[in-house]
C-alpha cells in the first residue's frame, strides 16, 4: 500500500526546488514540434522518473536531448510535465508549478508517476510483423526511456494508419498504438472514433476504472490473466492475447512487478484518465454548478459537470487540440472552480489510501464520468480541421 501523507510542503520545496528548468535547446523543440503529429492528451514531461530512466541503455537520449529527438522524429507527444503536476498535487504537493511538476517530487509516489505516465507510454513486445523501423528490434520491449527512437517510430506509423482510416485493434497495432489512435482510447477519455456513442465511451471508462481499482487494491493478482477478469467489457478489449496483470503494466520493467508497485502503478493509469476527462480536447462538461453534489452513495462529494460529449481525436486538427493540452489551459481550469482534476484526483487518492473496495468508490466515479441527459456521439468538437 502506498500512504499518501499531508504536511510534506517544506521537505518537498527543499527536494524538488530546482528540477524542472527548460533551457533554450528545449523551447526551441517545443517550438519545432509545431506539426501534425501530436498529443491526446495533457503533456508529460520527456523523463519519466528517476527508476524508469535507470532502464535507459547507456547512451540512449535524455532530458533536451531525449524531446530534440522526438522532435526530429515527428512527435508532439511531450513538453510540459502537465500531467506529473496535476498528479501531484492530487497527492498533497501545495507548491509552485516548478516543485510539483517534478516527477520525483516524493520518490514513495514514484510508482503512482509511473502509471500516470502508462496511459501515454504502455511497454509492448516489438514484433517482426509490425515492419522493420530503425531502431527497432524484433522480440525486443518497447518503451519511451528505453528505446526513443523504436517507439517514435511506431507511433509516427500509427498517426499515419490511422489518418488512413485503418482501424486498429488487438488484431492489427501494437498497445502504444491502440492507446493513442485506436480502440483503446477511452484510456485518454476520449471515443475511438468519430460516432461512438456516448454510452459505449462511458463503459469502456468504466470497465478501465473497476479493472485498475481491483489491481490497486490487490483484488486481481499480478499472475491475474487480464482477460478473465470478472470486469464487463475487459475481454473484448484484451481477449487477443494471454497478457497477465503484471504483463501489461510491467513489461520489461522489473523494478514495479511487486504486488504493491503494480497496484499504484495501475490507481496511476485511473488518475490519467480522469485527468484528461478535464481537458476540452477530450471532453466537453457541463458547466459546474455551485454547490452541487453527486447523486446517491456518493453524496459527500462535489459533482464535476456532467460530460456533453467524449470528443474523438480522428478528425481534429493537432494545434488546437494541443492548446488545450499544455500547462496554460491546465492553470484556467484548475483556476475555474471546484470540483477540477486536482480535487477529483485528491478523492480517489483518499479511497486508494484506505483501500476502498470497488463498491464503494464506484458511485464516485460514475458521477465524475456521468453523462449529461443530451449527451451527443463523439465528434472532434471544436477542435475539427478547417
Not at 25 to 38: C, D, E, I
Not at 52 to 58: F, G, S
Not at 66 to 80: A, C, H, Y
Request: proline share 5%; glycine share 8%.
Amino acid at each position: 500500500m502506498v500512504k499518501i501523507s499531508a504536511g510534506k510542503t517544506e521537505k518537498r520545496k527543499a527536494y524538488g526546488g530546482e528540477k524542472m528548468h527548460w533551457s533554450a535547446t528545449t523551447a526551441a523543440a517545443v517550438a519545432f514540434m509545431l506539426m501534425p503529429w501530436t498529443t491526446l492528451a495533457f503533456e508529460l514531461s520527456p523523463d519519466g522518473t528517476s527508476f524508469e530512466k535507470k532502464l535507459a541503455q547507456k547512451g540512449q537520449p535524455t532530458g533536451d536531448r531525449l524531446l530534440s529527438k522526438l522532435t526530429d522524429l515527428g512527435v508532439r507527444k511531450f513538453g510540459s510535465p502537465v500531467h506529473e503536476e496535476i498528479a501531484n498535487r492530487s497527492l498533497d504537493c501545495d507548491g509552485d508549478a516548478d516543485i510539483c511538476a517534478d516527477p520525483d517530487w516524493d520518490p514513495a509516489q514514484a510508482y503512482v508517476l509511473a502509471g500516470v505516465r502508462w496511459n501515454d507510454d504502455p511497454p509492448f513486445r516489438f514484433e517482426s510483423s509490425f515492419g522493420k523501423y530503425r531502431g527497432c528490434k524484433a522480440g525486443d520491449t518497447v518503451r519511451l526511456v528505453v528505446q526513443p527512437e523504436c517507439w517514435a517510430r511506431v507511433f509516427y506509423d500509427g498517426k499515419t494508419r490511422a489518418a488512413r482510416g485503418e482501424v486498429l485493434n488487438a488484431k492489427t497495432a501494437p498497445l502504444l498504438v491502440r492507446s493513442h489512435f485506436g480502440d483503446m482510447q477511452f484510456l485518454h477519455a476520449m471515443g475511438s472514433v468519430d460516432g461512438e456513442p456516448p454510452d459505449v465511451t462511458y463503459g469502456r471508462i468504466m470497465m478501465w476504472a473497476e479493472f485498475t481499482w481491483k489491481v490497486a487494491t490487490r483484488k486481481i493478482p499480478a499472475n491475474g490473466i487480464v482477460a478473465n477478469q470478472d470486469v464487463a467489457g475487459i475481454r473484448d478489449v484484451f481477449g487477443m492475447n494471454g497478457w497477465s496483470v503484471q504483463d501489461l503494466f510491467a513489461l520489461g520493467n522489473p523494478n514495479i512487478r511487486k504486488p504493491s508497485y503494480l497496484g499504484a502503478v495501475a490507481f496511476g493509469s485511473l488518475l490519467h484518465t480522469t485527468q484528461d476527462s478535464f481537458s476540452r480536447a477530450h471532453v466537453e462538461r457541463e458547466q459546474v454548478t455551485k454547490g452541487a453534489k453527486c447523486p446517491g452513495a456518493a453524496s459527500d462529494y462535489a459533482a464535476p459537470g456532467a460530460i456533453r460529449e467524449f470528443h474523438a481525436y480522428g478528425r481534429q486538427d493537432a494545434d488546437k487540440h494541443s492548446t488545450a493540452d499544455v500547462r496554460a489551459a491546465f492553470s484556467v481550469h484548475w483556476a475555474s472552480g471546484a470540483p477540477s482534476a486536482v480535487d477529483v484526483g485528491r478523492v480517489l487518492a483518499q479511497f486508494y489510501d484506505r483501500q476502498a473496495e470497488w463498491m464503494e468508490v464506484r458511485p464516485y466515479v460514475e458521477c465524475v464520468f456521468r453523462l449529461a441527459p443530451n449527451a451527443t456521439a463523439a465528434s472532434p468538437g471544436d477542435y475539427a480541421v478547417d
